[in-house]
C-alpha cells in the first residue's frame, strides 16, 4: 500500500469497504478477541506546554494530583481480578515526580504484586531513564509522534527542534532497541494539518514497524492556544475519518494492537468504541484511575470515563463486544 492509494483510502465516498477488509485481516491475526488494557493516570503534573493540551504547565486553571505509588499497584491488582492482564502507566511530564528510580521500583513492585504487563506512557525521556525502565521489566511503552510534519510538531511543542530528528520518532527508535514493544500513533484533525501529513503518518507506523497504534481525533480544549486557534484543518475530526485511519493501519501492520481510544469514544459516547472495533481495532482500555484523580487528567474536556463513569462499566463493554461476536481476552 502506497501514499496514493492511502489518500484514495482516506477521501473515497464511503467507507465502509475499507472497513470490512480491515476486520478480515484482524480476524485473521487476532481472531475474535480484544485485549483490555487498564489505563491508569499516574499525575497531572506536568513540565511542558503542548499547544494543545489541557494538562499544558502555562494552564493555572488546571487542578494538578499525583498518586502515590501504593495507589497505583492497587490499580493494578484491580487489573488482573477483572482479566486484563496488561496496565497502562501515563502521566504528565514531570521526571522530578517520575524520577528514573521511583517509575523502576514501581514498575518492579506492579510485576512482582500483580502479576501484570506495563506499559509506560510517561512522554519524553532520557535514554538512561528508559534502559532502566526496561531492565525493570517494562514490556511496552506509548509515545504518540502526534505528526510527522515537522513545521506543525514544532509549532504545537514549545522548545522542539525545527529541524534534525523528531525527538518522539527518535525515542520510539531508541526503546526499539532496548527491547520494548513500541507504540505510536497521531491526533486526527489539528490546526493546519494536511491529509498527506495523515498519510505519512500511516507509512510511519509501518516504518517504524510499532507494535501498538495510538491514535485518535484531536478535540479542542478552550483553556489552550491550539483550542483558541481558528486555523482550519484539511482532516475531519470524525468517527468515521479515525476509523479510515484504524483500518488502514490494520492493513499495513496486520499484526499491530490497535486500541478503540476514548477520544473516540468521546466524539461518540453511543457508537464511538464500537465503531472502532469493527473498523480493524482490536484494544480496549478501560480507565481504573481512582475516580477522586479521574476528572482532573484533563487533556481534552468531557473525557467520556469523566461524564460518563458508567460507560466503563465492564458489562456494557462485553455485551457490545458480543453484538460484533467479539471477546475479552487476556494478555
Ligand atoms: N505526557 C504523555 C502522555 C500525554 S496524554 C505523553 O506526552 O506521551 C496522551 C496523549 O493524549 C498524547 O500523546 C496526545 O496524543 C493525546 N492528547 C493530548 N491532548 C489532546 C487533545 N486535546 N485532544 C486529543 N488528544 C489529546
Redesign the pocket.
Known amino acids: 500500500m502506497d501514499k496514493r492509494e492511502i489518500l484514495e483510502a482516506l477521501t473515497a465516498p464511503d467507507g465502509e469497504a475499507l472497513f470490512a477488509k480491515a476486520r478480515v485481516v484482524r480476524e485473521k491475526t487476532k481472531g475474535n478477541g480484544v485485549f483490555f488494557r487498564g489505563l491508569v493516570e499516574l499525575s497531572s503534573v506536568?513540565d511542558?506546554d503542548?499547544l494543545?493540551?489541557?494538562?499544558r504547565h502555562s494552564n493555572v486553571g488546571a487542578h494538578r494530583y499525583a498518586m502515590r505509588d501504593d495507589e497505583i499497584v492497587a490499580c493494578a491488582a484491580l487489573a488482573r481480578e477483572l482479566g486484563f492482564g496488561t496496565v497502562v502507566l501515563?502521566?504528565?511530564?514531570c521526571p522530578a515526580l517520575w524520577t528514573r528510580e521511583r517509575v523502576a521500583g514501581l514498575v518492579r513492585r506492579v510485576k512482582a504484586e500483580t502479576g501484570q504487563h506495563v506499559t509506560l506512557?510517561?512522554?519524553?525521556r532520557a535514554e538512561a531513564d528508559t534502559a532502566a525502565w526496561r531492565e525493570a521489566g517494562a514490556d511496552r511503552y506509548?509515545?504518540?509522534f502526534?505528526t510527522t510534519d515537522r513545521d506543525l510538531f514544532a509549532r504545537i511543542h514549545p522548545g522542539a527542534p525545527r529541524d534534525g530528528e523528531h525527538p518522539?520518532l527518535a525515542q520510539l527508535r531508541r526503546m526499539k532497541a532496548q527491547g520494548y514493544e513500541i507504540g505510536g500513533?497521531?491526533?486526527l484533525g489539528l490546526p493546519g494539518q494536511t491529509l498527506e501529513s495523515v498519510a505519512d503518518d500511516l507509512l510511519m507506523l509501518r516504518e517504524l514497524a510499532v507494535d501498538m497504534v495510538?491514535?485518535?481525533?484531536?478535540?479542542?480544549?478552550p483553556d489552550?492556544p491550539?483550542?483558541r486557534d481558528q486555523t482550519p484543518s484539511e482532516v475531519p475530526v470524525s468517527v468515521d475519518f479515525t476509523c479510515r485511519c484504524y483500518a488502514l493501519a490494520r492493513l499495513l501492520l496486520p499484526r499491530a494492537n490497535i486500541p478503540s481510544t476514548t477520544?473516540l469514544s468521546t466524539l461518540d459516547p453511543e457508537q464511538g468504541r464500537l465503531r472502532g472495533l469493527a473498523s480493524g481495532a482490536n484494544v480496549f482500555m478501560p480507565n481504573l484511575t481512582p475516580a477522586a484523580y479521574r476528572a482532573d487528567y484533563q487533556?481534552?474536556p468531557d473525557k467520556i470515563c469523566v461524564v460518563a463513569p458508567q460507560a466503563d462499566s465492564l458489562d456494557a463493554l462485553h455485551a457490545d463486544l458480543a453484538t460484533l461476536g467479539l471477546r475479552q481476552v487476556e494478555g
Request: charged share 15%; glycine share 18%; aromatic share 8%.
Open positions: 506536568c511542558r503542548c494543545y493540551c489541557g494538562m501515563q502521566a504528565g511530564e506512557s510517561l512522554g519524553e506509548l509515545l504518540r502526534e518522539r500513533g497521531m491526533m495510538g491514535l485518535g481525533p484531536y478535540l479542542a480544549h489552550t491550539l483550542g477520544a487533556i481534552y
